[in-house]
């Protein structure tokens, strides 16, 4: 069972390869992050774009703040500016680790239900598996990320947790 700890572990972890990938996506040009590298979303511009989004979008479930303007398919275009797009990423991932700071472990009890676009319909599923996919959802697409960067030979450092925390 996942614990407000592991949250906390999870949220810094975020940051720091969100950090790591916006820097090293910065060093490419615009045209190379906006073209379609087969990924889920297609680019990297798209990709780190919906995680933005899907960041939102889970953490107004979570703490009942503003949510996302856009549905999934519009995901990867929802902010167009690179710019624009770390500074909502550093606004998000403060979101998150200012959630995990504040949470008590009985928050992780019990259900969370909303509405899905997704799924059109009402879901109700545990807190921890909801908080589980928030942290899973990040490292699948950042690994599409990862794949998008060092095709274009940069470099993000360590990934993997151990190595990354201090």
Partial sequence: ????????????????????????????????????????????HGTLCHLVWADTIWMSRFDGGEGV??????????????????????????????????LQYSALDGELSWYSQSAGRQMVRP?????????????HHRGQAHALLTRHGEDTGATDLPFVLP
């Fill in 1 to 44: 069972m996942i614990s407000a700890e592991w949250c906390r572990m999870m949220a810094l972890y975020n940051t720091e390869m969100n950090r790591r990938f916006y820097a090293a996506a910065a060093r490419l040009p615009d045209a190379v992050r906006r073209e379609d590298g087969g990924a889920f979303f297609g680019s990297l």
């Fill in 69 to 102: 303007p856009v549905g999934i398919a519009d995901s990867p275009r929802m902010i167009e500016d690179f710019d624009a797009m770390w500074a909502a990423r550093q606004a998000t991932d403060a979101r998150i680790t200012r959630w995990a700071e504040a």
């Fill in 127 to 139: 807190m921890v598996a909801t908080v589980t996919h928030l942290f899973l959802h990040q490292n």
